[in-house]
């Protein structure tokens, strides 16, 4: 199992960002995959997920109406499309992927990372202001 990210960079208050996490060594069909970041100091957020497997999805509330997860075209390629990006969003970004039924719906806890036994590499995505 391996996922990479990419997409990552500096970009400024209310511009957009595209990240790709390329998977491989699974399906997609039978898995979740879950976007997270972690800015200095902080611990690990869920930010969004979606499972082809079980049909759930999530958005944190912190970005719901900016930000989209889906499967590229081409490719089995997982994309978390940041649009309307603050300076509070600033932070490494990693996909993960698991094959446990229900784990995008527990992404808004505290310890959802621990949930997810896959994980890339991370991407930084920098917003100034």
């Known amino acids: 199992v391996q996922l990479v990210e990419s997409g990552g960079g500096l970009v400024q208050t209310g511009g957009s960002l595209r990240l790709s996490c390329g998977i491989s060594g699974f399906s997609l069909y039978n898995s979740a995959i879950g976007w997270f970041r972690q800015a200095p100091g902080q611990e690990r957020e869920g930010v969004a997920c979606?499972?082809?497997?079980?049909?759930?999805?999530y958005y944190a509330d912190s970005v719901k109406g900016r930000f989209a997860i889906g499967v590229e075209r081409v490719g089995d390629n997982v994309y978390l499309q940041m649009n309307g990006l603050r300076t509070e969003d600033t932070a490494v970004y990693y996909c993960?992927?698991?094959?446990?039924?229900?784990?995008?719906?527990?992404?808004?806890?505290?310890?959802?990372?621990?949930?997810?036994?896959?994980w890339g590499q991370g991407t930084q995505v920098t917003v100034s202001s």
């Open positions: 993960a992927s698991e094959t446990v039924s229900m784990v995008c719906s527990a992404m808004q806890a505290p310890d959802a990372a621990r949930k997810f036994g896959h």
């Open positions: 979606f499972s082809l497997f079980d049909g759930s999805m």
